[in-house]
């Protein structure tokens, strides 16, 4: 079964710090990966969609990789901003093209 | 941009009560999909629709829970008895390919 793991649950770093979001996965037989970002009480906000044969994305101050064998992905956000504060949540797309979600991580950006 | 709609933003509902929550997907998406998340847990996959039926259901998703495209524009969920576990945001998505997804802003259901 399915599990998606994210490093670390919460971070809070000053403004203008680059900074990397960590998720791993047991399954590498994946579609793909989507990094959300999710708002307090609010929906969820598509990021980044990495297919399973690409190693990375781009968005732009957001770069995300990923390397299938070793099940792990990065969400790298450079020149953070206060406005970047939010829930980050990393989801793969399993073989049933079912999402399996991460916990999240919360981060804060402080001015 | 195309935006997926959810109606209402809160509900309140007494348990044992029947409650539906609406969804207006992108028009041209074909692929429908329910999500739940539990204040302070994971996102839960529910259901997924495709061609007027479900093409995926998870183990949540049992007798209680139903979904239907009643229209051609509509795809709501109803959940016939509530408890007070089904306490959740619930987030509709849809997809053109089923491979990126647009959600909704979420349904807050207070079971009371």
């Known amino acids: 079964k399915q599990e998606v793991t994210q490093i670390p649950a919460a971070l809070s770093v000053p403004e203008g710090e680059n900074l990397v979001l960590n998720c791993s996965f047991t399954?590498?037989?994946?579609?793909?990966l989507q990094w959300f970002r999710q708002d307090p009480g609010k929906g969820l906000t598509s990021l980044l969609l990495?297919?399973?044969s690409q190693r990375e994305q781009t968005s732009g101050r957001l770069n995300a990789s990923l390397d299938k064998s070793s099940g792990r992905s990065t969400l790298y956000i450079a020149a953070s901003q206060p406005g970047d504060s939010a829930t980050y949540l990393c989801?793969?797309?399993?073989?049933?093209?079912?999402?399996?979600w991460g916990a999240g991580t919360k981060l804060i950006i402080k001015p | 941009e195309p935006e997926v709609t959810q109606t209402p933003s809160h509900q309140v509902t007494q348990m044992g009560q029947e409650v539906i929550l609406r969804c207006v997907p992108i028009?041209?998406?074909?692929?429908f999909y329910w999500y739940r998340q539990i204040l302070g847990q994971k996102v839960e996959f529910l259901v997924s629709?495709?061609?007027?039926?479900?093409?995926?259901k998870s183990e949540i998703f049992d007798d209680q829970f139903s979904v239907e495209r009643p229209d051609g524009s509509n795809f709501t969920l109803k959940i016939r008895s509530t408890k007070l576990e089904d306490s959740a945001m619930y987030f509709c998505?849809?997809?053109?390919?089923?491979?990126?997804?647009?959600f909704g802003s979420g349904t807050r259901l207070t079971v009371v």
């Open positions: 028009s041209n998406h074909l692929y």
């Open positions: 989801a793969v797309m399993d073989s049933n093209y079912q999402l399996i």
């Open positions: 990495i297919q399973s």
């Open positions: 399954d590498s037989a994946i579609y793909n």
């Open positions: 998505a849809s997809s053109e390919n089923s491979i990126g997804y647009t």
């Open positions: 629709f495709y061609n007027n039926e479900i093409s995926e």
